[in-house]
């Protein structure tokens, strides 16, 4: 297998240049003197659809063929992966299919047809996505992308930190996120290149620890879905080309609790004014954890999204 590298993230900058946002970074007087670092916070969640998944996916479909282009895109998500698909392909004049479960919240499901997608749904506890998302992709000639083991997909992810790291020179220390690893895979290559010695770490809820055991096992561990209010990160492995980069090109992969997610996001909003989701939340928290290992040095943390159902965000915070 070949991994993506640099070059491809220099690549994916280009192809987003003029259609994502270049989202700001954002400081924080209070967490500074809090926490005891200098913290940098890459804030993807005013990113396009409200997440880094905008990148990947809009850097993945501009690299269609003429012939992809006719058939479209598919592929299967209840979250900010549909959007991001949905998004890009009607920014692309290409069709898309969305395969969601019967049961995805109806916001969801209404914000991606929003964005002009076919919505088909299926039955979580009857039937395969995959097999049925494969038949469908090969019944209309549409290319499936998938949310993160893609090279494409995690090259655009890689965009993010490409731009933090330009604008605030090296930093000591990245945290991101960690789900089914395009985000963190993308960022480890961006600053592996723009920072030599900055320090990458993943973090992942505790309930869904799968990354830090594939970490620490060499290979990739599989594990139930977990219950965890940080729904972008319920994966349940890693993919072949996203531990790949993350075994060769991050330092450690830290866990954080649910508890500690919503400290975090109380932070965000009491003193940062921002919405945050449960999984945006995963690096702060993390580093916040982490504060003896950081003190006092320069530290990138990556926002990942702030799509979070209000009435939900409300009852976590009360
Ligand atoms: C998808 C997602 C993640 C996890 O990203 P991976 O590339 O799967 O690791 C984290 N945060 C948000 C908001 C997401 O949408």
């Given at each position: 297998m070949q991994l993506p590298t640099y070059d491809d993230v220099i690549a994916a900058a280009a192809r987003l240049e003029g259609h994502a946002h270049r989202t700001p970074v954002l400081r924080s007087t209070t967490a500074d003197e809090q926490w005891g670092a200098r913290f940098f916070f890459k804030c993807e969640n005013f990113q396009r659809m409200g997440a880094f998944k905008f990148r990947g996916a809009f850097n993945a479909l501009s690299k269609f063929d003429a012939t992809q282009r006719k058939g479209g895109v598919i592929a299967f998500s209840s979250g900010n992966h549909a959007q991001a698909i949905a998004l890009s392909a009607r920014l692309l004049s290409m069709p898309a299919v969305i395969v969601m479960p019967k049961d995805a919240p109806a916001a969801k499901v209404a914000a991606t047809k929003g964005y002009g997608a076919e919505v088909v749904m299926y039955d979580r506890f009857t039937e395969d996505r995959e097999a049925l998302t494969r038949r469908l992709a090969q019944e209309r000639g549409m290319t499936m992308i998938p949310p993160y083991d893609h090279p494409d997909v995690l090259t655009g992810q890689g965009t993010a930190v490409k731009e933090l790291i330009e604008e605030t020179g090296p930093l000591d220390h990245l945290f991101v996120c960690l789900g089914g690893g395009g985000l963190l895979s993308g960022s480890a290559l961006s600053a592996r290149a723009l920072a030599p010695g900055c320090k990458v770490y993943g973090v992942e809820p505790e309930a869904g620890n799968d990354g830090q055991q594939s970490f620490q096992a060499g290979k990739i561990v599989h594990i139930e879905t977990p219950k965890t209010i940080a729904d972008g990160a319920q994966t349940q492995h890693l993919g072949g080309y996203t531990f790949g980069i993350i075994k060769r090109d991050v330092n450690d992969i830290f866990t954080v609790t649910d508890d500690q997610l919503v400290e975090a996001m109380r932070f965000f909003?009491?003193?940062?004014?921002?919405?945050?989701?449960?999984?945006?939340?995963?690096?702060?928290?993390?580093?916040?954890?982490?504060?003896?290992?950081?003190?006092?040095?320069?530290?990138?943390?990556?926002?990942?999204?702030?799509?979070?159902?209000?009435?939900?965000y409300a009852a976590l915070l009360a």
């Open positions: 909003a009491e003193r940062m004014k921002m919405v945050v989701e449960p999984t945006g939340c995963l690096a702060f928290a993390g580093a916040i954890a982490a504060r003896e290992a950081i003190a006092g040095q320069r530290v990138g943390i990556v926002i990942s999204g702030g799509n979070v159902d209000l009435s939900r």
